[in-house]
């Protein structure tokens, strides 16, 4: 039988987590034979360390066989002391009357003090992943904050996008979602992201040709698979949960056990490659192998492509020029 490994996850009775942690426990991120041991960070207020316990109540209940431990706290560096998986939901959420502004430097602070508390107690290897927003620069800001760890190690989570921009296509088409390969968002988890279809096929012919429709591509596709997070929240009355959780097992489940050489989209601290400057945090295709992810390289970036990849890509720098002197 395997060792245990520990997997790290905050806002764990936010509704994400409440949506992901079962799941884990189950063994759907790292499979039914690996167990885990759950660490679970919830905020200090007796109203959400009271739900946390409610949570571990119900992982009791469930008798997971793969479940081998759990810890609850409010304090990071038990959450995340050794832990060889972090997944980093929660954050703080837009208050009224609260400008995007307010909102990134609140989140600042939580993110440099978890940043901290990783590069401290975590283990050398983890893979830490950032679902709370603004996740890409919650991600860049953790990374900054933990300078012994490995900057590969922090990325941020474009699986929802990614797999939003699948079934769309598959819609559209009127083929399975498993006949698309290749899909590629890129850029920031927000409106601004560019779900690019020029490399994707569906059944093997090359999407763009499948779907023969530009105007549709670009006014249409784009934004829809851009603003679906708002759509969610306007029809559900509530923000995605189920998905987002879904989205986050996914891409680790392809970072700890592979893709066998399908693309997905990861959002990971830029090499310079693509003109996106060094350690910026932006989504881009890579393929997983052996515990690591590979940047595809040498895509050709045409005109069209090139001007939504840096208007996406100066919005990332606003928010990391907006936090820069918290950073020192
Ligand atoms: P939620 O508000 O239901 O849960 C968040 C939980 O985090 C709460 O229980 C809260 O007490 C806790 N929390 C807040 N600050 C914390 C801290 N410093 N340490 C530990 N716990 C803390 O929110 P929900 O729906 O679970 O969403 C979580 C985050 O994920 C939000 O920032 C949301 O915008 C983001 N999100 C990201 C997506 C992506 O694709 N990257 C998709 C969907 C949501």
Redesign the pocket.
Known sequence: TKTPVRIAI????????YALIFRIAAGEMLGKDQPVILQM???P?EK?QA?LKGVMMELDDCAFPTLVGMVGTDD?KVAFKEADYALL?????RGPGMERKDLLMENAK?FI??GKALNEVASRNVKVLV???P?NTNAYIAMKSAPSLPKQNFT??????HNRAISQLATRTGKAVADIEKMIVWGN?SPTMYPDLRFASVAGQPALAAINDDAWYKNDYIPTVGKR?AAIIATRG????AS?AN?AIDHMRDWALGTNGKWVTMGIPSDGSYGIPQDIIYGVPVTCENGEYTRVEGLAIDDYSRSMMDKTLTELQEEQAGVASLLG
């Open positions: 905050t806002g764990a009775a936010g509704q994400i987590g960070l919830e905020l207020m959400a739900a990071p939901v929660g954050a703080k959420p939580i003090e978890q679902v709370g927003n996740a941020a989570m474009l699986r929802l996008d988890h997070g509530a923000s995605s949960a987002a989205a």
